[in-house]
């Protein structure tokens, strides 16, 4: 019997950069999140959604090879973890929702030379911890994707995913 697999070329650089910046201890000791699975997936999309609302605002289509890769991965990711064909189709069907969903109310739009501004009601909804007393310091998270925003938008898109990986050392939550 002749197996026949798919091979997909995904770029890591994406990915890679999404973790990275999903990892940053700035999120779990400044901000005071709860460092697990759902935290760290809704952190690589809310930067993915930003390079996306960048791509659009300067007038470019964003690859769908990288989303396609992206979600390849985390697919991968999901299966390594123990989860099964059924669960994974689930699971990837409701993380699909939550980046469209991110990617739709991210971005107020309320400044008059259409400066990014993050809704407060997205990021309240994805970094909630009901279940845990810590408080969460939800300025300093949405002044640190105010601020991601504007560090990548002076990148050139050839370099901005490759190069957003910088932010974390300027920004000095490292």
């Known amino acids: 019997m002749i197996f026949n697999f798919k091979k997909h070329n995904y770029k890591e650089d994406l990915y890679n ?3 990275s910046l999903s990892r940053d201890i ?3 000791k400044k901000v005071k ?4 699975f759902e935290t760290r997936i809704n952190l690589m999309f809310f930067h993915f959604a930003v ?3 960048i791509y659009k605002k300067k007038g470019s289509k964003f ?4 989303y396609d890769d992206l979600f390849f991965k985390i697919e991968n990711n999901l299966r390594e ?3 099964g064909d059924v669960s994974v189709n689930k699971k990837m069907k409701d993380l699909n929702k939550i980046l469209y969903d991110i990617l ?13 501004k993050i809704n407060d009601k997205i990021v309240i909804k994805y970094f909630s911890q009901k279940d845990d007393k810590k408080e969460v310091n939800f300025e300093s998270l949405e002044a640190y994707f105010d601020d991601f925003f504007n560090f990548c938008f002076e990148l050139t898109l050839n370099n901005m995913i490759k190069k957003s990986i910088n932010y974390k050392f300027i920004y000095g939550s490292s």
């Open 81 to 83: 973890l123990g989860f």
């Open 26 to 28: 700035f999120f779990y």
């Open 51 to 53: 390079f996306m609302i």
């Open 17 to 19: 950069t999404l973790l």
């Open 33 to 36: 999140l709860n460092d697990n």
């Open 104 to 116: 739709l109310k991210m971005d107020l739009k309320i400044d008059i030379d259409d400066q990014f």
């Open 63 to 66: 690859n769908q090879n990288l």
